[in-house]
């Protein structure tokens, strides 16, 4: 009797093949029932091949350049046509204002501002050596770095063809001088990039998790069915839930901005109660993200899973990792979808920039719109889901 049970035991501890495909087909099975899992585990790989194959360089091109020529001449259309030539720069606004160009600048319609000055031919006529000034929006050093280095030599050539003759000059001479003038961070230090595009960063990943995790918890639990017996409406239980995480996210700010000013010296040009407006709009769009991720998700597990599906695409789309303007255009269209790409654009106008409500609105509206547009599917769905 004893050796029986001895072989019993023995034989019980042994793998069964039977047992291992009936387990094994089990959750298979359980995989195919949950198809929101199953399509997070095949669509995120695709999304991260597709981004990184295609859509991220750290070398942009044809940036938005605009040209302030307070004169026209053979040597200025030269020089534009040397500076697209150099396959860095794109002349989207030619021939305008200097308070034109600045504007452009603030608000980040273009990358650089050539001005050429009155004068500039005959200086060069005279063998005078006039000044030419080039100024880059440098609140991404990366964005404009390798242009900048390739333009280095700008001096030297732009003018070959055309300074023949009685106008030639010795090679080692330039004909005129190229000064470079880096706005909104002369020096070029990457913490004033990097510092106030954490503030987003961060608050993305937390209020979406936090709000998506949070509702999606009381369902699992089936306290959310208790508010069938009042008479609550949907919109009461969002804005509900939205709130405390409005103060959750004002003290994250408040630490950032605090290390961004005493740890990395971050400059702040801007008006504080503004940037606070703005980050109210940001936390709110993020949170409508959330709430709407927790009317389709019915696990803890899935929230999770959408919350990294939103998370992964704003952190390489955005502009914070990789140059925006480095991406092919569908990729920046994608990008500007996304609410963390306006908020890089509006943190950095006010902290490094100055920016006013002026500047700031072309990035304003489109979180506005997003906002109503997200916040009205998950007030939809989760109607649905009360009923």
Not at 107 to 134: C, D, W, Y
Request: aromatic share 10%.
């Amino acid at each position: 009797m004893k050796l029986r049970d001895q072989l019993s035991d023995h034989m019980s501890n042994h793998m069964n093949f039977g047992r291992f495909y009936a387990i094994l087909l089990k959750e298979f099975i359980q995989l195919r029932r949950d198809r929101l899992t199953f399509a997070m585990m095949i669509g995120i790989p695709l999304i991260q091949m597709a981004l990184f194959g295609f859509a991220i360089n750290g070398d942009p091109k044809s940036l938005p350049t605009a040209i302030v020529a307070q004169e026209q001449s053979t040597f200025t259309r030269s020089i534009v046509r040397a500076l697209e030539n150099s396959g860095y720069f794109k002349v989207t606004a030619s021939d305008v204002s200097a308070n034109e160009a600045e504007r452009l600048l603030a608000e980040g319609k273009v990358q650089f501002a050539l001005t050429i000055p009155a004068g500039f031919a005959r200086a060069i006529a005279r063998g005078e050596q006039p000044t030419l000034l080039l100024e880059a929006d440098a609140t991404d050093p990366a964005a404009t770095g390798n242009a900048i280095a390739a333009v280095q030599q700008f001096a030297q050539t732009a003018l070959a063809h055309d300074l023949t003759g009685s106008l030639a000059r010795p090679p080692v001479v330039a004909p005129f001088e190229l000064r470079i003038q880096r706005r909104y961070n002369p020096d070029g230090i990457t913490q004033y990039n990097i510092v106030p595009g954490l503030m987003g960063v961060i608050l993305t990943m937390t209020m979406i998790m936090m709000t998506s995790l949070g509702v999606t918890r009381e369902v699992e639990r089936g306290t959310m069915e208790n508010l069938l017996a009042t008479p609550v409406r949907p919109i009461e239980v969002m804005v509900g839930k939205i709130a405390p995480y409005v103060v959750i996210g004002y003290a994250q700010v408040g630490l950032i901005l605090l290390a961004a000013r005493y740890v990395f010296d971050v400059p702040f040009e801007g008006n504080f109660l503004l940037l606070m407006t703005c980050l109210l709009i940001f936390i709110c769009a993020n949170l409508a993200v959330g709430i709407t991720i927790s009317s389709v998700a019915r696990t803890q597990t899935q929230a999770m899973q959408m919350t990294f599906f939103v998370f992964l695409p704003s952190m390489l789309l955005s502009g914070f990792m990789f140059p925006f303007r480095g991406m092919p255009e569908w990729a920046q269209a994608i990008g500007e979808v996304l609410p963390l790409t306006h908020f890089l654009r509006l943190i950095r106008g006010v902290m490094l920039k100055g920016n006013g409500a002026i500047e700031l609105w072309p990035d304003v509206w489109p979180l506005l719109l997003f906002i109503a547009v997200v916040m009205g599917v998950g007030l939809k769905r989760f109607r649905a889901t009360l009923d």
